[in-house]
């Protein structure tokens, strides 16, 4: 939260005064209800101006109640709804990027009883479109803005704990208490104040991140996401897992971090294949646009640390 009370994104998208008091919210609606049975998709890559995405931000409520959807905002999150029905199809998360905005994560409902999905690149484009049409149609496309973002890439053996960096990445549980593994070690490190500062953000669901204080930690921040359980690599678990690297990065971006620290996420106890997931570390961190300038894999066995290594020499 900063300062005045606000979250970073919306400080971001409205400044100071915060949001609009004419933005249309899920309230506004009548017999709306959320998706029931939420699967991740691979979200459209796009950037969007600040203009675009006050325009999206203020909501999407159609004249006529048999027009298609309904739009709105809640934090970061965008809520598509069908209007005839009222159901829940999609939902949105952003992230600010310095005068830009970007999609860090997409959700779709995967219940045929609902809604008859597509195959997830075809959902893409159809979410992409939708997401122009909110936005205030006829506008010029949303096209990818190319950023220049080529932060330094290595991995290391080590203890993340102790990475003297700007920011560290906690693989948390989603109550963000404290688990096992890297999770248990960094709340060791930071101390009980830590666990006291999580218990006031509400949790952080599957495939998103939270940022605090690294208090006792050589960081100034720790960054909780949670990673995905491997369960055969059918249940969208490695969309899930990039959303990690997405969202983290977006984190460091909000603080200003530079130099941050990243174990292998979802690797340990999770059982997410390490070269699998090495693959995904990099190819994630290197297509998203940031301001951080060097990231440390920081791998906790030689094994891992292997697969990383071998990763980021195919990537070049």
Same mark, same amino acid.
């Given at each position: 939260m900063?300062?005045?009370?606000?979250?970073?994104?919306s400080?971001?998208?409205?400044?100071?005064?915060?949001?609009?008091?004419? !933005?249309?919210t899920r309230r506004?609606?009548?017999?709306?209800? =959320?998706?029931?049975q939420?699967?991740?998709?691979?979200p459209?890559?796009?950037l969007?101006? *600040?203009?675009?995405?006050q325009?999206? !931000?203020?909501?999407y409520?159609?004249?006529?109640?048999?027009a298609?959807?309904?739009a709105?905002?809640?934090?970061?999150?965008? #809520?598509?709804h069908?209007?005839?029905? *009222?159901?829940g199809i #999609?939902?949105? &998360?952003f992230?600010?990027k310095?005068?830009?905005?970007m999609?860090t994560?997409?959700?779709?409902?995967?219940?045929?009883?609902?809604?008859?999905r597509?195959?997830? $690149? *075809?959902?893409?484009?159809r979410?992409?479109?939708?997401?122009?049409?909110?936005?205030?149609e006829?506008? =010029?496309?949303?096209?990818?803005?190319p950023?220049?973002s080529?932060?330094?890439l290595?991995?290391v053996? @080590?203890?993340?704990? !102790?990475?003297?960096?700007?920011a560290?990445v906690?693989?948390?549980?989603?109550? $963000?208490l404290?688990?096992?593994?890297?999770?248990?070690?960094?709340?060791?490190?930071?101390?009980?104040?830590?666990?006291? #500062?999580c218990? &006031?953000?509400?949790?952080c669901? $599957?495939?998103r991140?939270?940022?605090?204080p690294?208090f006792?930690?050589?960081?100034?921040?720790a960054?909780?996401?949670? *990673?995905?359980?491997?369960?055969? @690599?059918? +249940?969208?678990?490695? %969309?899930?897992?990039e959303?990690? +690297?997405?969202?983290?990065?977006?984190? !460091?971006?909000?603080?200003?971090a530079?130099r941050?620290?990243?174990?292998?996420i979802?690797?340990?106890?999770?059982? #997410?294949?390490r070269?699998?997931?090495a693959?995904?570390?990099v190819?994630? %961190?290197?297509?998203?646009?940031?301001? %951080?300038?060097?990231?440390?894999f %920081?791998?906790?066995?030689a094994?891992?640390?292997q697969?990383?290594?071998?990763?980021?020499?195919?990537s070049?």
């Amino acid at each position: 939260m900063s300062q005045d009370g606000l979250s970073l994104f919306s400080r971001a998208l409205w400044g100071p005064g915060g949001p609009s008091e004419d !933005a249309a919210t899920r309230r506004d609606w009548n017999d709306v209800a =959320p998706i029931r049975q939420p699967v991740p998709i691979p979200p459209p890559q796009m950037l969007l101006s *600040g203009a675009e995405m006050q325009t999206i !931000a203020m909501g999407y409520v159609p004249v006529d109640i048999n027009a298609r959807w309904f739009a709105s905002m809640e934090g970061d999150c965008l #809520y598509l709804h069908r209007g005839w029905t *009222g159901l829940g199809i #999609y939902e949105v &998360t952003f992230a600010a990027k310095e005068t830009w905005f970007m999609i860090t994560s997409a959700r779709i409902e995967c219940d045929p009883d609902v809604y008859n999905r597509d195959s997830d $690149l *075809g959902e893409r484009e159809r979410l992409r479109n939708l997401i122009a049409h909110v936005s205030g149609e006829p506008m =010029p496309p949303l096209l990818p803005v190319p950023i220049q973002s080529k932060p330094l890439l290595e991995a290391v053996l @080590g203890d993340i704990t !102790a990475e003297r960096v700007d920011a560290i990445v906690n693989p948390a549980s989603a109550n $963000l208490l404290g688990g096992g593994g890297v999770d248990a070690a960094t709340h060791r490190a930071a101390g009980p104040e830590l666990r006291a #500062y999580c218990q &006031t953000v509400g949790g952080c669901e $599957l495939g998103r991140a939270k940022i605090s204080p690294g208090f006792r930690l050589a960081s100034q921040w720790a960054i909780h996401t949670v *990673g995905p359980q491997w369960r055969g @690599g059918s +249940y969208g678990e490695a %969309v899930l897992l990039e959303s990690c +690297y997405r969202e983290s990065l977006a984190r !460091a971006d909000e603080v200003g971090a530079e130099r941050v620290a990243i174990p292998a996420i979802a690797t340990g106890a999770h059982g #997410y294949p390490r070269t699998s997931a090495a693959e995904i570390a990099v190819k994630t %961190v290197r297509s998203t646009p940031t301001k %951080v300038r060097e990231i440390h894999f %920081v791998c906790f066995d030689a094994l891992t640390l292997q697969a990383y290594e071998e990763s980021l020499n195919r990537s070049g």
